[in-house]
């Protein structure tokens, strides 16, 4: 079976820098001839010695009526690729497609412009539908000054293709949210139990969605900290966590006023009943996540003190 990889999207949404890109790595290397098939030219071009350091040919497929499966045997016959690329014409509805019976389909990736995607959606959405409906990857970029509108444009996406694994880039590469649908708890709860994961999202998603927690009474078990100027104001309760690797280990927590710090030492393990509330804090250099506690008990230890994030 000859294996086939289609990158779709409508024109300018990134499809060729994808591909680009990928043909680039490493881990994509063959020492066979790959095969890419484009349906349409947009304004960036491939470069030349990208294409030759990864052995592929590029031909050119201009109308939608010459992608046959006899016209992609023909170009199979002349070059005799090792695998195969499409990159398809996002004009063209997708479930027209027919891939030759021995060809076969590795992964389908979808790009989207992000900027131009409720245009799209709006008034091509049966297109949009087919091309993204089987697709593995979905990939939003220039996501630029779009944050608050990301979360729609990807429940618009699962709503079509559940399956789909969805990233969103911006200038600076992926952009890292964390969207209310995918939390661990329910933010119409007047109380968020956090277990162990649920509390690293929370410690996560509090500093970049404070709005989401303002007012809420979080509960959850720590070990506590006791920085040495907290004069028994405030303690923070948090966890280790492993972030990256085994030598990458943080410590996770809060800034905690408590009436009855005094009473706590360092290490001691508690479960803390807390409101969550925006102050400024000195080692926030500005305002941020401050908890106001409202019971703090011994606790026993985690069978896993240590979050792992890695």
């Not at 890292?176 to 995918?182: A, C, K, P, T, Y």
């Not at 709005?211 to 070990?223: E, H, N, P, Q, S």
Request: with cysteine; charged share 30%; glycine share 4%.
């Amino acid at each position: 079976m000859k294996p086939v990889y289609i990158i779709n999207g409508f024109l300018e949404s990134g499809k060729t820098e994808f591909i680009s890109y990928t043909l680039s790595q490493p881990y994509f290397q063959i020492k066979g001839t790959t095969l890419l098939i484009l349906c349409e030219e947009g304004e960036t071009e491939y470069d030349d010695a990208t294409l030759k350091k990864s052995h592929t040919v590029v031909e050119l497929v201009e109308e939608e009526s010459d992608m046959t499966s006899t016209k992609m045997i023909e170009l199979e016959k002349k070059h005799r690729p090792e695998r195969i690329i499409i990159e398809y014409n996002g004009m063209w509805n997708f479930k027209n497609l027919k891939l030759p019976w021995h060809w076969k389909l590795e992964q389908q990736i979808t790009t989207i412009d992000a900027s131009t995607f409720q245009n799209y959606y709006t008034n091509m959405r049966s297109l949009l539908a087919e091309m993204i409906r089987k697709s593995e990857l979905i990939i939003f970029n220039r996501c630029d000054g779009l944050t608050d509108r990301l979360g729609s444009f990807k429940r618009n996406v699962k709503a079509v293709s559940p399956q789909a694994e969805i990233i969103f880039e911006d200038k600076n590469g992926e952009v890292s949210l964390i969207f209310e649908e995918d939390l661990p708890y329910d933010l119409k709860d007047e109380e968020l139990k956090l277990d162990d994961y649920g509390y690293g999202i929370f410690y996560l998603d509090a500093m970049d969605n404070l709005d989401r927690y303002i007012g809420k009474r979080v509960t959850f078990t720590a070990m506590v900290l006791k920085p040495e100027d907290s004069n028994d104001a405030y303690f923070v309760p948090g966890r280790m966590a492993m972030t990256c690797c085994a030598d990458d280990m943080a410590f996770l927590g809060y800034a905690c006023k408590y009436d009855k710090c005094s009473e706590l030492s360092n290490k001691d393990w508690v479960e803390v009943t807390a409101t969550v509330n925006r102050e400024f804090w000195k080692d926030y250099d500005g305002e941020g996540p401050v908890l106001h506690a409202l019971c703090v008990t011994p606790a026993k230890k985690p069978k896993d003190e240590i979050l792992n994030f890695a």
